[in-house]
């Protein structure tokens, strides 16, 4: 879920690309004004070609977009990075689409589950996107761009790459021939898991717990993959350590309930803590229970779960658990899931 940025503009015949800057060491953001210059020429705007299919939008091609500015925004509907910056996008595609700019999002999943369609379109309505997306279950525009992040609009830097992007594009539509769009930056309105990290306060980072990227799991014994295993919590963690109870079933990508009641226990040291899960089919729910330090969350819960903890995941996406008030300290979070079946990816904090 890291992120990288590309910012096109499909102007006549050629595209004007460029970087802004990385995600990889995020940090608050800090005012900061561009001076207009020359922007690099890196070619064509790639092929649209291989999306799979189009949402609220007709199939568009580098073609019809001649003489617009164009944003593409790659993204993962379940990935936290993109889900901050994703208040800055579609208010500039609100503020500037009278002006020139066409944003498109391309949407290329990391899990299996984000290649469904009937999974995507609710994230749609969830974050209130009403601009075009390419669905690129097949990653074929990724390789077209050569891209190898997410979010693929780099929005956000540790020296205020929201306003210096804006900037980007206000000289790009003035470049096209478009004006009257003025230089003030857009005020966003950013929601649940949109809302920016505490970054202060942040010393738990991403943490996958499927066997093939996870860390620091310790519950007793060893996992086997593939197969159902009676799990013990450890009787004390440390920061970022984490363990399950029950009977889980531990693949490569994920970890899988087996029996209602199995728990997973998390030690972290953040504002938010999320998580990433779901029911195995559409259609199905399990219920939850949220615990912080042995007891319900009051108002420290997020928003996917009550005072007392209580929460359904009724499909596969990103789930809000815990935003806590200050003073944040370690905490031991735990979830019981009260029916079998749940697939729990990713957690990520905030």
Excluded at 152 to 180: C, F, H, K, M, P
Excluded at 198 to 213: A, F, H, P
Excluded at 281 to 292: A, C, M, P
Excluded at 299 to 309: L, M, P, R, S
Aim: aromatic letters at 10%; glycine letters at 8%.
């Amino acid at each position: 879920m890291k992120s990288h940025l590309l910012l096109a503009a499909a102007m006549f015949a050629a595209s004007v690309a460029t970087s802004i800057g990385s995600l990889a060491q995020e940090r608050p953001m800090q005012t900061m004004t561009m001076r207009a210059h020359p922007l690099p020429i890196e070619g064509t705007l790639p092929s649209l070609a291989g999306a799979t299919t189009w949402l609220n939008s007709q199939p568009l091609t580098p073609e019809a977009l001649r003489g617009k500015v164009v944003v593409v925004d790659f993204w993962t509907y379940t990935c936290i990075n993109w889900q901050r910056t994703e208040p800055y996008v579609r208010a500039w595609a609100e503020k500037y689409k009278d002006q020139g700019l066409v944003v498109i999002g391309v949407h290329t999943p990391e899990f299996g589950f984000e290649k469904n369609v009937d999974n995507i379109r609710p994230a749609l309505k969830m974050f209130r996107i009403e601009y075009p997306v390419a669905v690129d279950s097949d990653y074929a525009i990724w390789e077209a761009f050569a891209n190898h992040y997410w979010p693929a609009v780099y929005v956000v830097d540790a020296n205020g790459e929201y306003e210096r992007t804006e900037a980007v594009i206000q000289q790009l539509l003035r470049e096209a021939g478009y004006s009257g769009m003025g230089n003030d930056s857009v005020q966003v309105d950013a929601r649940g898991s949109e809302v920016a990290a505490d970054w202060d306060n942040l010393r738990s980072q991403e943490n996958y717990l499927g066997r093939d990227k996870a860390e620091g799991f310790v519950s007793p014994g060893k996992p086997v993959l593939g197969k159902t295993g009676n799990y013990v919590a450890a009787r004390s963690l440390r920061l970022n350590e984490w363990a399950l109870s029950g009977d889980w079933t531990l693949n490569a990508g994920a970890v899988a309930l087996d029996k209602a009641n199995g728990r997973v226990v998390y030690r972290f040291h953040a504002r938010d803590l999320h998580l990433v899960m779901g029911p195995p089919s559409r259609g199905s729910s399990i219920r939850f229970r949220v615990l912080l330090d042995g007891r319900p969350p009051g108002n420290a819960h997020g928003t996917d779960v009550d005072e007392q903890g209580y929460g359904t995941a009724t499909e596969q996406r990103l789930y809000q658990l815990i935003r806590q008030p200050k003073p944040i300290a370690d905490r031991v979070f735990e979830i019981e899931f009260l029916d079998p079946g749940v697939e729990a990816y990713v957690f990520t904090f905030g």
